[in-house]
């Protein structure tokens, strides 16, 4: 089978952000068996080495670049540019910020690859690539959109968690982003998303549409079971921290539930693991015990040495690979529940996989009872392992996306 796989996201080297780790991890499982040619652009963080590497795993790497931001002007041309922005995106019914990534020069291309027939099937890795899919490819290839994460319902989620740096913006930009997914919806032949709650707001926009559940997963190689518990009082959280998503979350345990944790455990530590960490994610290190590392050479070596793993998001949808990753590296988690979306880790019947937290008052709990319950960290540790190992390895996922992508799910 000739797969063209579309994403505006380089996915190289897998580790940048959960965008990366999903495409690149399907992408390689599809290419055990089929060819494929992979589209991508190339952001300014995207070195040379990058792109010979992923050459590697695909019959054919195509490189467009980025398209530069007319809106990064100041003052009045600035404010014409985004206004002028809002009305080509409201005519288009097309967000925004996928606008700016959209490429004549990519859509032609598709176009030309559809027509000629030079594959069989095209999968857009998250939904900002379904620009490119046109409603007569139907007739011609099978269509697949790796949603990741739904744009429609992630911004409802940011402005009713008070997280959105503009709710008036967004609430302008919700009907175009609800007919962009719908749109989709409609004329793609499969739609993938991560959890059962993804599929069940998608389908409340497409009732007719074809919804695959295909979790993330890791790579047990890459997250080996750690050797020893090392006990302390060293908490750690995981991610890219230039997302709004990874930086609400280490603002709320750093301004909320450190300082009272502190006043129990003194010697307490907060690690803030991550790529390309912000000014505002920077400026937390001057609280006390708060350690922000930028990208480090190994996210496993970070991750054993810690007491815990904190998955203190208060917004976003789907599994997230922070905290399975921490599973599988049989590091206890904490999460709230967006952190623990998607996985059973507690209830009749299942045993306890993690501690559920929400409140200042439950993550303080829940620290307490791991800082001083070397029992409940093994417990934990060992019972995390085994569902990563058992329902979410990439392997796995690798082989229902390309029955989703053949249809032989249907």
């Known amino acids: 089978m000739n797969i063209l796989m579309i994403s505006s996201t380089f996915p190289y080297p897998p580790s940048r952000s959960g965008t990366e780790v999903r495409t690149f991890n399907l992408l390689k499982a599809l290419q055990n068996n089929h060819s494929v040619t992979l589209i991508a652009q190339r952001s300014p963080q995207v070195s040379d080495r990058d792109i010979e590497e992923m050459k590697k795993w695909v019959d054919d790497l195509i490189v467009f670049p980025l398209a530069p931001d007319e809106i990064s002007a100041q003052g009045i041309s600035g404010i014409w540019a985004k206004g002028r922005r809002f009305l080509e995106s409201a005519l288009k019914g097309i967000p925004a910020n996928v606008l700016h990534r959209y490429s004549p020069e990519i859509q032609a291309l598709v176009d030309r690859y559809v027509t000629e027939g030079k594959c069989d099937a095209i999968t857009c890795e998250h ?10 490819f139907r007739d011609r290839v099978r269509t697949v959109v790796n949603v990741h994460s739904s744009i429609y319902w992630g911004t409802i989620n940011y402005i009713k968690m008070g997280a959105s740096e503009n709710p008036s913006r967004d609430r302008l930009y919700l009907p175009i982003l609800y007919r962009y997914e719908k749109n989709y919806c409609d004329i793609c032949d499969r739609i993938v998303v991560t959890t059962e709650d993804d599929a069940r707001q998608l389908q409340q926009l497409s009732p007719d549409a074809k919804i695959s559940i295909i979790t993330n997963g890791v790579d047990l190689e890459l997250f080996p079971y750690r050797r020893a518990d090392p ?16 930086i609400d979350a280490v603002r709320f345990f750093v301004l909320k539930v450190l300082p009272q944790l502190r006043e129990q455990y003194p010697d307490v530590t907060y690690s803030i693991v991550g790529n390309r960490p912000v000014p505002e994610v920077l400026a937390l290190a001057e609280h006390p015990g708060v350690v922000v590392t930028g990208r480090v050479p190994s996210m496993v070596d970070s991750l054993h040495q810690a007491t815990a793993c904190v998955v203190s998001l208060q917004t976003g949808f789907g599994i997230k690979n922070k905290t399975i990753e921490a599973m599988a590296a049989g590091v206890p988690v904490i999460g709230s529940d967006r952190g623990l979306e998607g996985l059973e880790i507690e209830g009749e019947n299942i045993p306890l996989r993690a501690l559920r937290a929400n409140t200042v008052a439950e993550y303080i709990s829940a620290i307490d009872r791991l800082f001083r319950e070397p029992d409940l960290r093994q417990t934990l540790s060992q019972n995390g392992r085994q569902l990563i190992e058992q329902n979410y390895t990439w392997k796995g996922s690798g082989q229902k996306y390309e029955q989703a992508l053949m249809g032989d799910d249907e």
């Open 127 to 136: 939904s900002a690539n379904a620009v490119y899919i046109r409603p007569q």
């Open 231 to 246: 006990g302390g009082h060293h908490l750690i959280f995981l991610g890219a921290m230039h997302f709004p998503h990874n």
